[in-house]
């Protein structure tokens, strides 16, 4: 929709010329798909034409505009097959069409922090560290950090996320993924990626929750072991309440999907 | 730098903020449609260097130095894209409004069958047809019939809009470029009841390009209905076009007119108000205890409310029979409370108008309106207007399913127009269709039913609450009509119903298609398929036991209009092809701990509304020995205008493509009570072939004594022609002839619906393995759009029954105001409905056919409800069937 409000766009945009009233711009599908009365300036990020995916012996950089088309042909170090196996799964647990697939970036789904967003979830699960610039430096941080609660991150006023690093460490492993939706390709109201860690087992849970959770286990635990950590690590409330899927449900299908991945993946 | 669309250079720059959709139809690619701003719905889909986007949410000034294709430049002009010709031989679409966006789509999909459809469609979505029907066009089957030499009624031919809804030419109502025009926006209400104590209009008038700003001390001192109906005495005068008292979250408080859209929100956002809050009451049964607030207590007479402060529109009490008795004769017994949410209409054309001063100062009002000759009356009336300085019109109309037989904008810009003497345009966004329109009346149904061992019904008893909202515009009607081929469908001595159509401080309920039947008969064919079971009898069976027959009297308690008479029947045939249905083997696989179930449910609805439905239609000679129809009624994908020019051409011995259709203007015809109420054929319809009956007959005596019969291009004469363009030529005036239908006396058609499903009872997750739906639609004139209208009406009630609920919070406030949180069912939601006509010819419906386009909807959900029973062993008694609810109650049993 149109945003009546902004009077300029700066394309492209740098850090530190963020004021008030200022909206960094990635693929602008999550900007433009609401009212932003209080937007006076867009912030062009894409601009800049920063490389999408970056391959290298310690991983994978993938750059916040990347776009999520990109990431999902993305064809490069076939050897991360941990990546591969998660990024077709991910992008397609996207609500949205391939055709906001080929506009929507990697980034903005990060910054829009929803409980649903399938690239919180991917990068979330393989140990993604974001590379964030502001006024004051850059500073990093882990994607399950960034994302604080539904729709707030540890962003502050000016700073803007530059790229995701996937470490070579969490992209070789074997992986397990389940997604549930009140819908048949509906927008995700659990979505859930294990992990093999070595002997370990790396459990990511989103969608279901108000903001992305880790279980790291050394061994793959056993189901009552996996069960009680489920108890203890997220409670009651920070299961999400929304039209989306009631709590319950959630809570439910989480540690349904959970066993089954524990399942899948002990062998 | 410039954007290239579809190759040509266009040197406006966008600007800062500009989607790339508005820019996109202010450079005059009106193909390009707004259904939802928000990236969801996929009607804004063009390609940006190839590739596909929803432009709704692509900035603009990033297509500067790309090239932009819209449906308009898919093809050569004087051609279409193979996408665009696969669309229009299996008729893609109803309104078309998707249509443009669904072929952006299907051109940059996998060519030439994509593999996998639900997934690479879930952007896309359309209201009217089901998906089947789209299917087939990305398919490349063709369904439409060629156009032959025989017979017209009974083909399958395509509608006459087809080639215009294809190319993106079709003109919707806000197609259109007018200069000088202005743009309304409203201020809305923040709360669910206050009283307004001031407005500060002075901020909002100072911001640049405003122009006027209307408050309630602008507004007409008249109270209406928005609710249209010819009869406007059958709906409460309860409404101003701006009020001082605001009795919902989301009505209007003040407009603001500017020169753009930009400055009106501004306006908005600068108006000052001073609110005095008053108590809220958001739930029916409250409202109607002692001592709640009443929501229309300042009226006390005139307002044909029933009881203004017991928050009472309009009730129904009243009693066939003795209902105790039979219960005290019945072998069971049972009795249930069911419940129905609000559910929006979800026209993919939002609601809107374009009002100006014709050139001889005449209002004239361009709107997304069922009812253009209603709205011109009520225009007329509240702003004391003969009614011949009033025109009202409409372009082809993005959708209805009854939310436009209202007048929810008309008003308002009317008012503009007359302040400023300029045109000006209100367009709602999306968000508003949710807040501000009307939705479908949310029920509460507590039945109780009392049946003997073989099945015959003994008594059935019924307390209805509507929740009608702030405003009671069709709250009454709605609660007799739910109230009657609901239970007169069933022979049973003793009925009774208690009904009560109540004010809440909440969004108001309007017309919906179905009008009230699908909700009660929720509660019905549930109760109805649950005495069935505790009697262990075939569901079916007991419908046998009880329907009514021919020749039977159509009963429901109250005073409701008697020219009701079944003038056809086949309900029985009905019900045996469901029959035959649930006989077949289950084929389709199941997995392992999944639950199967099957259910079925029937309905009965009126061919059109009580208290008369008027229709004039006349047709015109034309030289070329062609035809025109002028006819008042509204084309928005139902599918009339291909009816009405099939009527036509076999009553005067040509073919459709001679024939053009005129509409939806005030100036064309001289009554149309409007676009509702399944009226389309067996109204506008009948007055079409009435008109061409009677041109028939003109034309056999102008060519003179001996006239045998009338061709394509002559009258045959027992020795000779005359040509009908010697005809044509012969008088001094066109050769004319008119028709008019009263909708009186009325038939009534039948749906049956069967489910077979299968349910995880891990996960709530259903599937649909089998769905039947036997019609019985008497002659069926058009059986592809009859069965367009079928598998679209049982696709709306799946949406319904499965997925879609509007949210209020304790405020008042619509919580699902966009579709992210409204779901709609997508191509991945809809399976395929087989579609069974019974055989029958109806006495009275022009050659012989029946309404069917609301009815449809009206058994899906009791069907499914019943299959879920079947499955699960639960009886489910709330709408919708989402998955986490159906888990939880599986799991709470």
């Known amino acids: 929709m149109d945003l009546h409000t902004v009077v300029e766009v700066v394309s492209p945009a740098e850090v530190g010329q963020w004021r008030p009233g200022d909206a960094w711009l990635a693929g602008g599908t999550g900007l433009f798909a609401e009212p932003q009365t209080g937007v006076t300036r867009l912030l062009d990020l894409v601009a800049a034409g920063w490389t999408p995916v970056t391959a290298s012996g310690n991983g994978l950089e993938i750059a916040a505009t990347c776009t999520v088309a990109d990431l999902a042909g993305y064809a490069g170090a076939q050897h991360f097959t941990a990546f591969h196996e998660l990024a077709t799964a991910c992008c397609r647990a996207f609500l949205a069409s391939f055709k906001i697939w080929n506009v929507a970036t990697v980034g903005g789904n990060l910054c829009a922090a929803l409980p649903a967003g399938p690239m919180i979830a991917l990068t979330a699960a393989l140990d993604g560290e974001c590379l964030i610039l502001g006024p004051a430096g850059e500073r990093r941080m882990s994607v399950v950090r960034l994302v604080t609660g539904d729709g707030a991150t540890a962003l502050a006023p000016g700073e803007l996320l530059r790229s995701i690093t996937l470490p070579a460490a969490a992209l070789t492993g074997r992986t397990a993924f389940r997604q549930g939706s009140l819908f048949a390709h509906g927008r995700s109201a659990v979505l859930l990626i294990g992990r093999r860690a070595g002997a370990g087992l790396v459990l990511t849970v989103t969608a279901a929750t108000v903001r992305p959770f880790q279980l790291r286990f050394a061994e793959v635990p056993g189901a009552g072991e996996l069960a009680a950590a489920l108890r203890d690590t997220i409670a009651a409330d920070d299961y999400v309440d929304d039209v989306h899927g009631l709590p319950a449900w959630r809570r439910h299908l989480t540690r349904r999907y959970a066993e089954e991945i524990r399942a899948e993946l002990a062998g | 730098m410039s954007v290239r669309i579809n190759g040509t250079d266009h040197d406006e720059p966008p600007r800062p903020g500009q989607c790339l959709r508005t820019y996109l139809r202010q450079e005059g690619c009106f193909g390009v449609k707004k259904g939802c701003d928000t990236g969801d719905c996929g009607a804004c889909t063009v390609h940006v260097d190839g590739r596909p986007v929803h432009s709704c949410v692509y900035p603009a000034f990033r297509a500067q130095g790309r090239q932009v294709t819209t449906i308009e430049g898919l093809a050569p002009p004087d051609g279409l894209h193979p996408v665009q010709q696969r669309f229009l031989d299996a008729q893609g679409f109803q309104c078309g409004f998707c249509t443009a966006g669904m072929i952006m789509t299907t051109v940059a999909l996998d060519e030439p069958k994509p593999a ?572 079409v072939l009435q008109a061409a009956r009677s041109l028939r007959e003109r034309l056999l005596t102008l060519a003179g004594p001996g006239a045998v019969s009338l061709g394509a291009d002559a009258v045959t004469l027992q020795d000779g022609q005359v040509s009908l363009e010697d005809l044509a030529a012969s008088g001094t005036a066109p050769v004319r002839a008119e028709g008019h239908w009263t909708g009186t006396p009325r038939s009534v058609a039948f749906n049956v619906q069967w489910f077979r499903i299968a349910v995880d009872p891990g996960t709530g997750e259903l599937r649909i393995l089998r769905s039947v739906h036997s019609a019985d639609a008497g002659t069926v004139l058009n059986p592809l759009q009859t069965r367009g209208q079928i598998e679209g009406g049982v696709a709306q009630a799946l949406g319904a029954t499965l997925a879609e609920h509007v949210d209020i919070d304790a405020g008042g406030r619509v919580t699902t105001a966009g579709f992210r949180q409204y779901h709609l069912p997508t191509f991945a939601d809809v399976p395929p409905t087989e579609v069974v006509f019974a055989r029958t010819e109806d006495a009275i419906g022009p050659l012989g056919a029946k309404s069917m386009s609301e009815s449809p909807f009206n058994p899906v959900a009791p069907a499914l409800a019943n299959a879920l029973r079947d499955a699960t062993g639960v009886r489910f008694t709330d709408l919708p069937f989402t998955r986490d609810r159906i888990w939880q109650r599986l799991r709470a049993e």
């Open chain 2, 116 to 687: 996998d459809l639900p997934r690479a469609l879930k952007g896309n979505l359309c209201r009217c047809t089901g998906y089947r029907a789209v299917a087939d066009a990305i398919n490349g089957v063709r369904t439409v019939d060629e156009p032959g030499a025989g017979p017209a009624i009974g083909d399958g031919l395509g509608a006459p809009a087809g080639p215009q809804v294809v190319t993106g030419t079709a003109r919707y109502t806000f197609d259109v470029d007018v200069p000088g025009l202005l743009h309304l926006k409203v201020l809305r209400s923040p709360h669910a009841h206050a009283r307004i104590t001031a407005i500060d209009t002075a901020a909002a008038l100072a911001v640049p390009g405003v122009h006027a700003v209307l408050t309630h001390e602008d507004a007409p001192a008249r109270y209406f209905s928005t609710a249209r109906h010819e009869h406007p005495t059958e709906d409460p005068a309860d409404t101003r076009v701006l009020d001082d008292v605001v009795r919902h979250v989301g009505q209007r408080v003040a407009a603001v007119v500017a020169e753009t859209e930009a400055a009106a929100e501004e306006g908005c956002r600068r108006l000052r108000v001073a609110y005095e809050i008053l108590p809220a009451v958001l739930d029916p049964e409250a409202a109607m205890r002692p001592g709640a607030p009443a929501v229309h207590g300042d009226k006390v007479t005139g307002h044909r409310i029933a009881r203004a402060a017991d928050n009472v529109v309009g009730e129904l009490h009243a009693e066939l029979g003795d209902v105790e008795e039979g219960f005290a004769g019945a072998d069971v017994v049972y009795e249930e409370t069911f419940r129905t949410p609000r559910v929006q209409h979800a026209a993919l054309e939002t609601h809107g108008a374009i009002g100006w001063l014709d050139g001889t100062g005449r209002l004239t009002l361009r709107t997304s309106s069922q009812t253009p000759f209603l709205t011109r009356r009520a225009l007329a009336e509240l702003f004391e207007l003969p009614l011949d300085r009033v025109r009202v019109l409409t372009g082809r109309v993005g959708g209805g399913f009854g939310g436009k037989q209202e007048m929810l904008v008309e008003d308002l810009v009317a008012l503009a127009v007359r302040r400023t003497g300029r045109p000006v345009k209100l367009e709602y966004t999306r968000a508003e269709q949710f807040t501000a329109a009307t939705t479908r009346h949310p029920f509460t149904v507590r039945m109780k039913a009392g049946a003997r061992r073989d099945g015959t019904l003994t008594a059935l008893s019924l307390r209805v609450v509507s929740d009608t909202g702030a405003y009671g515009n069709h709250g009454p009607a709605v609660m007799y009509h739910g109230c009657h081929e609901s239970i007169a469908v069933y022979r049973c001595a003793n009925k009774k119903v208690d009904a009560y159509a109540v004010y809440t401080n909440t969004v108001p309920s309007g017309a919906f298609r179905g009008y009230g039947l699908g909700q009660v008969s929720f509660a019905v064919e549930s109760v109805l398929d649950e005495l069935a079971r505790r009697l262990g009898l075939d569901p079916v069976l007991v419908r046998e036991r009880n329907i009514v027959r021919p020749g039977e009297p159509l009963a429901a308690p109250g005073d409701h209009a008697d020219d009701l008479v079944i003038a056809s029947y086949g309900l029985d045939q009905c019900l045996d092809a469901v029959r035959s249905a649930a006989a077949g083997p289950l084929t389709e696989p199941v997995p392992d701990g999944w639950r199967v179930g099957e259910g079925m449910a029937l309905a009965m609805i009126a061919a059109g509304p009580p208290g008369g439905h008027f229709a004039d239609a006349a047709i015109t000679l034309l030289p070329g020995s062609r035809y025109e129809i002028a006819v008042g009624t509204t084309e928005f994908g139902n599918g009339s205008t291909t009816v009405h020019a099939q009527l036509a051409a076999d009553t005067l011995g040509t073919t459709p493509d001679r024939i053009v259709v005129r509409q939806s203007d005030t100036d064309v015809v001289g009554h149309d009570t409007g676009a509702f109420a399944s009226t389309g054929v067996v109204v506008a319809g009948q007055a």
